[in-house]
Every structure is written in C-alpha cells, then in structure tokens.
C-alpha cells in the first residue's frame, strides 16, 4: 500500500510569493489533516478535511493559508503571501473513516518550506 | 485545549542502556496516545499506541505505560541499538471527541552511542 505523499519535498522562496503545497492521502482514507512543525518545537494542527469538507480549521495561522480538497482526493494549501515565520516542516496526514480504534493517523514526509 | 509537555528534549544513552520519554496531558477526555518516531528526513511514523482502557503495552524491546490519574505516559525503550537515534514524538487525543486533531509534544532527540 503506498503511504501518503507529498510535493515538493523542499521548497525555498521569498517573502511576498506563493507556495502551494500537495498532499496525496492513502487511498480510500477519507480523514486528511494538516499539519506543521516550527524548528524546534511541537507538531501543531493546522485542519482537518472529512472527504471534500474541512472538519475542523481552527489551527489555520491566517488567512494567508487557504486548503483546498477537491472531489475528496488530494489536498492543497497554499500560502500567499508568504511571510517569514511560515517557514517550518509541513505534514500531511491521513486515516480511514471514523470508526472504534481507527484513529492512526499515517503522516507523509513532509515539506519544508524556508521563506527568506 | 488539550496541552502535552514532553521531557526530556534531548537523551543521550549508550548502546543497550534504556531508555525512558516522558509526557503529560491536559484533558482528562483524552484516551487515545500514540507514539510517533522521526528519523532523520523521514516521515514520522507510529511505533506503538495505548488506548485508555489499559495500563500498558508492550511490542518486543518498546513498551508504553498510562497513568490515567495522573494523567502521564511514557515510552520505554530497552536494549537501546543506534537505529533506535530519531526524534520521538508522544500525542495525544480524544477519539470520541468533536475534533480529530493530534496535540503532539515537542519532541524528544534520542541519540544511542555505539
């Protein structure tokens, strides 16, 4: 079975663009989270996607992150304009349908975004 | 929210020695706790996870242990090897909750000297 993917694996931009980060769930996993990782500090929530809806987006910075899901499949979230303290380890995250004792979450590995 | 502290940061043993992570928990609604390790550019990945109806869990040389009362897991690992050196992560969840989002702690860097 192939784990959850993302793209790019690195991605280097300035202040001011847009970055548009990819996430490919496990297939059939309708749960899709994002997350992200600030250097040295805790993997934070950033929202949740049941199927195309988003669930759950209290962990979103700002408004500058828009996250997208189209037809329930991959995900997007994009960052514009981007600012300094985005940069971090974003995750991706995917589980099967909500049911008892099916709770793991399958991360991929990440993008680590620097903004200079 | 829930809150997760996580000590030590950083934990440094020699090759076969134990090694103990500790965390702590906020809300008493949690019942879920997995444990995530995260190599070096690596996805992290689940090594074992402890649900709130038991005490303990244990996969070969890595075990879990929950302390509803007070509140703390931990995460043992003995006959310490160097593949064992990652980051490892400790969350935790209320499965039955509203909201589906992991509350991870910061993280602890394990490093297993040969």
């Known amino acids: 079975e192939a784990g959850v993917t993302q793209f790019p694996s690195h991605s280097v931009i300035e202040k001011g663009q847009t970055v548009t980060l990819r996430c490919d769930p496990i297939?059939?996993?309708?749960?899709l989270y994002w997350y992200r990782r600030v250097m040295g500090k805790e993997i934070k929530f950033l929202l949740h996607?049941?199927?195309?809806?988003?669930?759950?987006e209290s962990g979103m910075p700002n408004n500058r992150f828009l996250a997208e899901r189209t037809g329930g499949t991959y995900s997007t979230l994009k960052v514009q304009p981007a600012e300094l303290e985005d940069s971090g380890v974003y995750f991706c995250?995917?589980?099967?349908?909500?049911?008892?004792?099916?709770?793991?979450?399958?991360f991929g590995p990440g993008t680590r975004l620097l903004v200079l | 929210g829930e809150n997760v502290e996580q000590h030590p940061s950083t934990l440094s043993v020699q090759e076969g020695d134990s090694a103990v992570i500790k965390c702590t928990y906020s809300?008493?609604?949690?019942?879920?706790f997995p444990w995530y390790k995260q190599e070096l550019g690596k996805r992290p990945q689940l090594i074992i996870d402890?649900?709130?109806?038991?005490g303990e869990k244990k996969d070969q040389r890595i075990a879990v242990t929950l302390n509803k009362t007070a509140k703390h897991f931990s995460l043992h690992i003995t006959e310490t090897q160097p593949e064992d050196s990652a980051v490892y992560f400790c969350?935790?969840?209320?499965?039955?909750?509203?909201?589906?989002?992991?509350?991870f702690g910061k993280g602890t860097l394990l490093t297993v000297n040969p």
């Open positions: 969350a935790a969840i209320n499965s039955g909750g509203s909201n589906y989002k992991l509350t």
């Open positions: 809300d008493s609604a949690s019942n879920y």
């Open positions: 995250a995917s589980s099967q349908k909500r049911r008892v004792f099916q709770e793991t979450q399958y």
């Open positions: 402890i649900r709130s109806n038991v």
């Open positions: 996607f049941v199927k195309e809806s988003k669930q759950d």
């Open positions: 297939s059939g996993h309708d749960n």
